[in-house]
Each structure stands twice: as C-alpha cells, then as structure tokens.
C-alpha cells in the first residue's frame, strides 16, 4: 500500500519538534475572532493558512532562495471563546516559554487583537519594540465600544507599551484617531498611495530603522480584489510585490516577531489564505 499524507495542521516545511535548535522561528495559531465587528470567520484561519501552505515549493523562485530557516509549528493555543483579554494573555505566556526556548513567535490569526499578548512578551524581553504595521486600518482607538482588548485598539495598546509604530497601507480611520497620531511623535504612515507611489521612500525609512522590529500584518492591508477573505474588507490596498518589497526590505533587520492576522475563510484554498500563507513563507525565506 503507498500512502502520502501530508499535514494540514503544521505550516509546510516546519521541523519536527522533538529537538529544539535555539535560536528559530516557531508557529503558534490563535483561532479566536470574538471582537470581530463585521465579517467574523477569522478563528478558521489558522487551520487554512497552513493548509495553504503546502501549495508552496521548497525553493522559493519570487526571491531564488531555498527555504533554509529553521522554524516549527508549535500548533494553536487554547483560547477562551469571548474573553479578549484572558486569550491575550495566553498568547503572551505561550510567546515567553517560546523566547525561553530563544524561538522568535510566528503567530497565525485569528483576529489582531493577538498582537496585544505578542507585543507584551517581547517588549518585556526586549524592551522598546518598532512595530512595523501593515494595515487598511490604524487601530488605535483607546476602546472600541467600551472594550480597551479588541481588534481595533491593538496599536493604541502596543503604543502604550511603548512601540514606535510605522504603520503601512492604512486608508480608514476615524478623526479621534487622526487627532492622535497627530499629538503623538512616535508614529509613522505610510498610507496605501505613499506605498503605490513612493516604495523607494518607504525602503530607505525601514532600512534605517535601529533596535527590535516586530511587524504585525492584517490581511486587509492587501487589496481586497487579492485577498477578500478578511474581517474588514477595504478597497484600494497594496499587490503582493508591493507586499514582497517590504518582506525582503526588513528581512535584513532584527525582526524578533510576526503575526500575520484576520484571515477570514472558511474554505480550503481559499485566496486570502494562499496569500498570507505566501508571506509567512516569503518571510521564513528570506529571514536571516
Ligand atoms: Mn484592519
């Protein structure tokens, strides 16, 4: 009897996790959405995105690089369906016992609220963190109907931990939150047409960036005719290479983190899991 039985519950290429080499990346899922505030769907997208992975070939010809970096799949964690705050403090518990292990996190959404718990671990290790946000949305709002975890406050919060944000792609935001980045220093954007028309403006600011980076990617930072499958779908986004250009300009940098978040699909194959799939992939590739 020939059998092939690929596993759709660990990212394609990851290591077995029998033995640890320090210094790697490590896959955790967050399949939590319960602050979603249109489209839920994105506590799915953890098992998706990895499916989507082994639609990807070892030798990645975008970059003519073979995937080289160690990392695993540590699968997802166990959230707490309806609590915000306590899943977030999970995921920055499970992010410690990775930086124990000197393993930098991959987390794979779920809604971005997850960040709040990433961004935590690693500003505690780290200290001062750039948070490199690619996003149709600022998220910066001090509470969204009340609540101060959500997927709408994530960078207010991450500010508030002392990030300086870079915040890429962005076009929808409220005027309370315009108001603040205007009465803040630390906060950098780069809105979806200074990425479509000024790339090479763009580059020289992430090259120039000192200190830890941890970048933070919603899914609705790509256009929606690419990758429609997500919490809040916003017209006029970025295009994979734009996406690609940016992955390869901070592949250089000390990235000490990533989330790639909101997918929102519910089906194998699904475009806007290929694609944050891709990233997750075109990172591992390129990270040095
Ligand atoms: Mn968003």
């Known amino acids: 009897m020939l059998l092939n039985t690929y ?3 660990k ?5 077995e996790n029998d033995e640890i080499i320090e210094d790697s990346f490590g ?7 319960s602050t979603t505030s249109y489209h839920s769907g994105s506590r799915l997208g953890p098992i998706v995105v990895r499916e989507a992975s082994f639609g990807f070939e070892k030798y990645n010809t975008v970059f003519n690089k073979d995937l080289t970096t160690t990392f695993y799949d540590f699968g997802d964690i166990n959230v707490v369906p309806g609590n915000c705050s306590t899943t977030c403090g ?5 992010v410690n016992e990775l930086l124990d292990m000197n393993i930098k996190p991959i987390i794979i959404g779920g809604e971005h609220s997850a960040s709040i718990g990433s961004v935590k671990a690693l500003t505690d290790k780290y200290g ?12 910066l709002a001090f509470d969204f109907m009340g609540e101060r975890h959500s997927h709408a406050t994530v960078m ?6 002392g990030a300086d944000l870079v915040q ?7 005027a309370d939150e315009e108001e603040f980045v205007k009465s803040t220093y630390n906060i950098q954007t780069f809105k979806n047409k200074d990425v479509h028309k000024h790339m090479d403006a763009l580059e020289y600011y992430l090259i120039n960036i000192d200190g830890p980076i941890y970048i933070s990617i919603d899914m609705d930072v ?3 005719s690419i990758a429609p499958s997500v919490g809040n779908p916003t017209p006029g986004g970025l295009f994979i290479s734009e996406i690609e250009t940016i992955i390869q300009t901070l592949a250089h940098k000390n990235v000490v983190g990533l989330d790639v978040v909101e997918t929102a699909a519910d089906r194998l194959g699904d475009n806007t899991a290929v694609v944050a799939a891709k990233i997750i992939y075109d990172f591992l590739t390129l990270i040095e």
């Open 7 to 9: 596993e759709p519950w």
């Open 11 to 15: 990212f394609a290429f990851s290591r």
């Open 27 to 33: 896959i955790i899922g967050v399949p939590f959405d």
């Open 90 to 94: 999970i995921i920055e518990n499970t």
């Open 128 to 139: 001062r963190l750039t948070v490199i946000h690619l996003d149709a949305h600022r998220d």
């Open 156 to 161: 207010r919060r991450a500010h508030e931990m």
């Open 168 to 174: 890429i792609g962005i076009r929808s935001s409220s």
């Open 222 to 224: 790509v256009d929606p």
